[in-house]
C-alpha cells in the first residue's frame, strides 16, 4: 500500500486517493467505523485535493492500518484448506515441498481484496475461488510453469478481488472459478 505524501499542503495523486479509499472501507469492514462514516469518508477523500483535506476525511480511522494477517506454512506435505474457514485479508502461504489446496468457494471472505503470496519450492498448487471472484496473479514469479487460469466469461460484478503474488519454482498453479 503507499503512504501519503508528508506536506499537508501538496496535492493528492489518484494513488493517495485510491490508498484512502481502500483504507476506508477495509475500517468498515472490519467494524472499525458505522456506514454512514465510510459514506462521509469517501465523499471527503473523494473531493479532496489537498493532503490535509484527505487526512481529516481518514480521522475516524483507527491509528494504523488494521492488518488482517495469516501465515501456513508446512517443509513438506500438504496445505490444506477447504470449507467455512475465514480468510484473512493478508495470507502467506510457505511450502518447500508438498502440495497447496486452497478453496475459496465456500469461505467466509469479509474483505473486499485478499492478497495471497505464495512461496514455494515444489509441488503445486490450486486454489478454488468464488464464482464472482476477480483474479490477479500478475505478482507472481514461475520459473517451471506458468499458472492455468481460464476466466469466467460471465462473471457477476461485486465479487471480492483475489490477488496473488510471490513466486513458485518447480510446480503449477492452478486457478479455477467454483462452479456453485
Known amino acids: ?5 508528508e506536506d ?5 495523486t489518484e494513488d493517495d486517493r485510491a490508498t484512502a479509499v481502500q483504507r476506508l472501507q477495509e475500517a468498515y469492514a472490519e467494524g472499525h ?4 462514516e465510510m459514506d462521509e469518508g469517501l465523499q471527503s477523500a473523494l473531493t479532496a485535493r489537498t493532503r490535509g483535506e484527505l487526512m481529516s476525511a481518514l480521522s475516524a480511522l483507527p491509528a494504523g492500518p488494521a492488518e488482517n494477517t495469516a501465515t501456513l506454512a508446512a517443509a513438506s506435505g ?8 475465514r ?8 511450502s518447500a515441498f508438498g502440495r497447496v489446496r486452497l478453496d475459496l468457494s465456500r469461505a467466509v471472505i ?9 512461496q514455494l519450492g515444489t509441488g503445486g498448487a ?9 483474479v490477479d496473479f500478475d505478482g507472481l514469479r ?15 460484478p461485486g465479487g471480492p478481488t483475489i490477488k496473488i503474488s510471490g513466486a513458485m519454482e518447480y510446480g503449477r498453479l492452478r486457478i479455477r472459478h467454483a462452479r456453485r
Open 33 to 36: 467505523i458505522s456506514h454512514e
Open 1 to 5: 500500500m503507499t503512504t501519503l505524501p
Open 87 to 94: 480468510v484473512p485479508r493478508f495470507l502467506k502461504v510457505v
Open 126 to 134: 490450486r486454489i478454488t475461488v468464488p464464482r464472482d471472484a476477480v
Open 142 to 156: 514461475t520459473t517451471w510453469k506458468f499458472p492455468r487460469y481460464k476466466p469466467r466469461p460471465n462473471a457477476r
Open 78 to 85: 500438504r496445505i490444506r484448506r477447504r470449507g467455512a474457514w
Open 8 to 12: 499537508p499542503s501538496s496535492r493528492l
Open 110 to 118: 469479509e474483505h473486499p481484496v485478499i492478497d495471497i503470496e505464495l
